[in-house]
């Protein structure tokens, strides 16, 4: 999970109380209402904003309301013009002629005598958060779009914060259209699928977007709905995946109008959208969704397939996942939240019943294989999840000061983790917006703090970049990870682009290791497959090889062999098992000095095979290595 903060004040701060009670919520009483109107005839279906040829028609669920209107710039925001009729369930409805796209609007629902005025749950556009809900036209000319989403074992991602990835300067936020600016930099660094931190309305204009107030609107700053919608259709054109980070563990707390909804709460608590009891409570407030309430799982539902259907995005990284199972977040029976695991559960099935090609990332960060499971063997149905069996060995092995004290055994065991037996169940890394934030740095930074561009850095940060590009498992970069950004990610530092031009070597190095891992030359396509074996571990010159195989017993352009060596020490002749006879060429070296002027450039240059068993495998070779450097190996045909 993450910073939820927005650095500048939203200019109401609607904020979820803790609750006071651990009593089971009591049931809603829907207040009387008049009997129902007959319904307009152009009355459509839908949630929110519902517009057509005829006007807009709105639709709200108030189940406690006495009365509901919708107000707006289209009658001068008076609440007896357009009043809502009642219909089944709670649900308030009604057709406007007079209001069109673009049009502002407000709920006015009356509770006890008492008017609210709320956003609209649904609003696909606000003026900001604490602003008004706007008339948004959902159609939209996608072109000529064929995108085909990559295979996920071909799949290198991207992870991105829209304010900060491509921001003009330290006074404004990035956009949708800024990241569509540097499209072709990444597809040219052989990236093809971006992760975007989450893009929803929040208060103010800087966040890392995990304090939503209005689910289903992007923020306005970044440019809206359009412009999110022109920057997928762009990085489709790019072959550029799109996946988006959704929030469904909290919402808010900040400008948040789902709150006491419709004037309804028990113990003070949030009302008809959240729990009213101790299940409300979450590390960043009690503003729980209620999971097991139909239309609340409807809504979350509705949000995801939104994305998924009318934005185009290629898939959904969910936020913290834990605490939609388990009101700790933690493996304690008592606390569980069955509704949660069931609703994740429903939307996983949906989408793999009706878009199978579009993938579910899941961040639980508890090592549950359950996370990943088919929903058909009782699992919860994501397609994979961040591993942090990988991430906290390799990071620590990266950062720790003393070569004495790596651990190779434990760069060995996160190496071949796996999850339901596929190697791509899980997303590998070394820095991600939470691994390099909260009191955390960059992984240079961590290595040498002031000084991230010194040789021990680079090198060391540069072999943790060849195992998330070689380790099987789905690899992820965080931005500007490529050229060596430094420090810790916060929301009001822009990436300094320079550094493309600057550090180009580093950045060359991050291409090389992503058209191998991608198989560009036909020699390496071992780094996509199914099949990993630890062959030689030393943990005493700290040393470590693994071999990767994607057909069968693997073979030439197939199987690829990756020598890491975790110390400052270079070898003559280091030998390591080979699986295969004949010429092992080396398709990488993270030493060559064409990466960095710093760097060695030890002469590795392959090695043939001899016969004798060696690393349980027939064959063994010897071969230079450089110290803290990676090299890539695949056998010639």
């Known amino acids: 999970m993450s910073n939820a903060s927005a650095s500048k004040p939203a200019s109401r701060a609607q904020t979820a109380p803790l609750a006071s009670s651990k009593s089971a919520p009591a049931k809603m009483v829907p207040a009387k209402t008049a009997p129902a109107a007959p319904p307009s005839p152009n009355l459509q279906p839908g949630m929110g904003a519902v517009p057509h040829a005829a006007g807009t028609t709105f639709r709200v669920w108030a189940p406690n309301a006495e009365k509901v209107a919708v107000v707006g710039t289209f009658n001068d925001w008076q609440g007896d013009k357009n009043p809502l009729q009642p219909e089944e369930n709670g649900y308030w409805a009604a057709d406007v002629a007079e209001a069109g796209v673009g049009a502002e609007y407000k709920f006015r629902i009356t509770n006890q005598g008492n008017d609210i005025d709320r956003n609209d749950p649904y609003a696909r556009q606000v003026t900001n958060s604490a602003g008004s ?68 309305e929040f208060p103010g204009s800087r966040s890392w977007g995990y304090n939503p107030a209005n689910p289903f609107a992007l923020e306005s700053d970044y440019g809206g709905p359009v412009a999110f ?143 990943t499971e088919s929903v058909a063997n009782g699992g919860q149905g994501f397609d ?58 960059r992984v240079p930074e961590e290595i040498m703090p002031g000084a991230a561009d010194h040789w021990y850095p680079k090198k060391r940060a540069t072999l943790g970049a060849a195992l998330v590009l070689t380790a099987p498992g789905i690899p992820m970069l965080f931005q500007g990870q490529e050229f060596l950004a430094d420090g810790s990610f916060v929301d009001t530092e822009p990436l300094q682009w320079q550094r493309v031009e600057e550090r180009a070597g580093l950045v060359g190095l991050y291409r090389d290791l992503i058209s ?88 590795s240059f392959g090695m043939d095979a001899e016969e004798g068993e060696y690393d349980g495998f027939p064959f063994h070779g010897s071969i230079a290595v450089a110290p803290y450097a990676a090299l890539i190996l695949s056998q010639e045909a």
């Open 133 to 200: 809900s706007v008339v948004h036209d959902p159609n939209f000319d996608w072109g000529d779009d064929n995108f085909q989403m990559p295979a996920w074992n071909e799949l290198v991602i991207y992870e991105l914060h829209v304010g900060t990835f491509n921001a003009p300067d330290e006074e404004h936020v990035g956009t949708f259209a800024s990241v569509a600016e540097k499209l072709p930099y990444l597809r040219d660094l052989g990236i093809n699928c971006i992760e975007l931190l989450p893009a929803t």
């Open 229 to 371: 919608k022109e920057m997928v259709k762009a990085a489709h054109q790019h072959g550029i995946a799109v996946v988006l980070d959704v929030v469904y563990n909290h919402f808010g707390p900040g400008d948040l109008d789902l709150w006491q909804f419709d004037g309804w709460s028990e113990n003070d608590g949030g009302g008809i959208y959240f729990y009213n009891d101790w299940r409300a409570h979450t590390p960043w407030g009690d503003n729980r969704p209620d999971y097991g309430r139909p239309e609340v799982r409807q809504y979350i539902r509705d949000n995801a397939l939104m994305w998924l259907n009318d934005y185009r995005c290629d898939g959904l990284r969910a936020d913290a996942i834990a605490f939609i199972r388990n009101v700790k977040g933690e493996e304690d029976p008592g606390d569980n939240l069955p509704d949660g695991w069931s609703l994740m559960r429903w939307i996983n099935e949906e989408i793999d019943q009706t878009m199978p090609w579009k993938i579910t990332i899941a961040e639980d960060m508890r090592g549950n294989a359950g996370i």
């Open 384 to 441: 994979s999840q961040w591993d942090s069996s990988f991430v906290y060995p390799i990071r620590d092995a990266l950062t720790t000061q003393n070569d004495a004290d790596r651990d190779m055994n434990a760069v060995a065991e996160a190496l071949t983790q796996s999850y339901n037996d596929n190697a791509f169940r899980r997303v590998i890394y070394t820095e991600s917006h939470d691994e390099v934030a909260n009191g955390k740095s």
């Open 516 to 603: 191998l891992r991608r198989n560009y030359h036909g020699t390496t396509r071992g780094l996509g497959g199914q099949h990993t074996r630890v062959s030689h571990v030393n943990n005493t010159d700290k040393l470590v090889a693994f071999v990767r195989w994607a057909d069968g017993a693997g073979g030439p352009n197939d199987t690829t062999i990756v020598l890491a060596n975790f110390a400052n020490q270079a070898h003559e002749a280091y030998t390591v098992g080979l699986p295969g006879p004949g010429h092992w060429r080396v398709r990488f070296n993270s030493d060559w000095q064409g990466y960095d002027g710093d760097f060695g450039d030890m002469p």
